[in-house]
C-alpha cells in the first residue's frame, strides 16, 4: 500500500511539473518575439532537472517494486534521492557554472541509477556477496550529498573545486 502511495505522489508531482512547464511555454510563446540572432542553443536548467528527477522518479519505483531489496538499503537511497532533489536546483540556481553543480547532476542524472541498476540485476547470491561493497558505496554517496549540502549552505566556495575534484575522480 506505501509503495502505491509513493509512486501516486511521485507521479502526481511529476503531472503537475510538466503541466507547469506547458502554462510556462503557452506564456511565451503568446508573448510578441524579437527578431532572434543566430545564438548558440542554450539547455534549460529547468530541463536539466526534469531528466535528473525523471531518473530519481524512476529509481524510486525501481528500488520499491524489488521484493528481494531489503528495506534499510531503500530508505539510504531514498534519503539520498531527497538530499539530490532538494540539493540540485539550489546549485543550478547559485553556481551554474561550477564543477560540483555538474558532479551533482551527474550523480542524480545517472551514477546513483547506474549503481541501484547493476546491483539490482545481481542474482540473490550475488547481491549477498557484494551488499558490503554496495553498501559501502551508498553510504559514500550519502556521505558526498550530506557534505555538498554543509558546503551550499555555508556558501563555501572555496570548497567547490575540491569536491568536485574528490566526486571526479571517486564516482566517474
Same mark, same amino acid.
Given at each position: 500500500?506505501? !509503495?502505491?502511495?509513493?509512486?501516486?505522489?511521485? #507521479? *502526481?508531482?511529476?503531472? &503537475?511539473?510538466? =503541466? *507547469?512547464?506547458?502554462?510556462?511555454?503557452?506564456?511565451?510563446?503568446?508573448?510578441?518575439?524579437?527578431? &532572434?540572432? $543566430?545564438?548558440?542553443?542554450?539547455?534549460? $536548467? +529547468?530541463?536539466?532537472?526534469?531528466?535528473?528527477? /525523471?531518473?530519481?522518479?524512476?529509481?524510486?519505483?525501481?528500488?520499491? @517494486?524489488?521484493?528481494?531489496? &531489503?528495506? /534499510?538499503? #531503500?530508505?539510504?537511497?531514498?534519503?539520498? *534521492?531527497?538530499?539530490?532533489?532538494?540539493?540540485? $536546483?539550489?546549485?543550478?540556481?547559485?553556481? $551554474? +557554472?561550477?564543477?560540483?553543480?555538474?558532479?551533482?547532476?551527474?550523480?542524480?542524472?545517472?551514477?546513483?541509477?547506474? @549503481?541501484?541498476?547493476?546491483?539490482?540485476?545481481?542474482?540473490?547470491?550475488?547481491?549477498?556477496?557484494?551488499?558490503? !561493497?554496495?553498501?559501502?558505496?551508498?553510504?559514500?554517496?550519502?556521505?558526498?550529498?550530506?557534505?555538498?549540502?554543509? =558546503?551550499? /549552505?555555508?556558501?563555501?566556495?572555496?570548497?567547490?573545486?575540491?569536491?568536485?575534484?574528490?566526486?571526479? +575522480?571517486?564516482?566517474?
Amino acid at each position: 500500500m506505501t !509503495v502505491i502511495i509513493i509512486a501516486a505522489v511521485f #507521479i *502526481i508531482a511529476l503531472i &503537475s511539473f510538466k =503541466i *507547469i512547464r506547458r502554462m510556462k511555454a503557452l506564456k511565451v510563446s503568446s508573448s510578441p518575439r524579437e527578431p &532572434s540572432s $543566430p545564438t548558440p542553443e542554450k539547455k534549460d $536548467p +529547468g530541463a536539466d532537472f526534469k531528466e535528473i528527477l /525523471d531518473t530519481l522518479i524512476k529509481l524510486n519505483l525501481l528500488i520499491r @517494486t524489488d521484493r528481494d531489496f &531489503s528495506m /534499510d538499503l #531503500i530508505l539510504k537511497i531514498e534519503s539520498i *534521492i531527497d538530499d539530490l532533489k532538494a540539493l540540485i $536546483p539550489d546549485m543550478i540556481t547559485r553556481y $551554474p +557554472g561550477e564543477t560540483l553543480t555538474y558532479e551533482l547532476k551527474k550523480i542524480g542524472a545517472t551514477h546513483l541509477f547506474k @549503481t541501484v541498476k547493476e546491483y539490482l540485476d545481481l542474482s540473490l547470491d550475488s547481491r549477498q556477496i557484494q551488499r558490503q !561493497v554496495f553498501e559501502k558505496t551508498i553510504e559514500s554517496l550519502h556521505d558526498v550529498c550530506a557534505r555538498s549540502r554543509q =558546503i551550499v /549552505d555555508n556558501n563555501e566556495t572555496a570548497e567547490f573545486k575540491t569536491m568536485a575534484h574528490f566526486l571526479e +575522480g571517486k564516482f566517474s
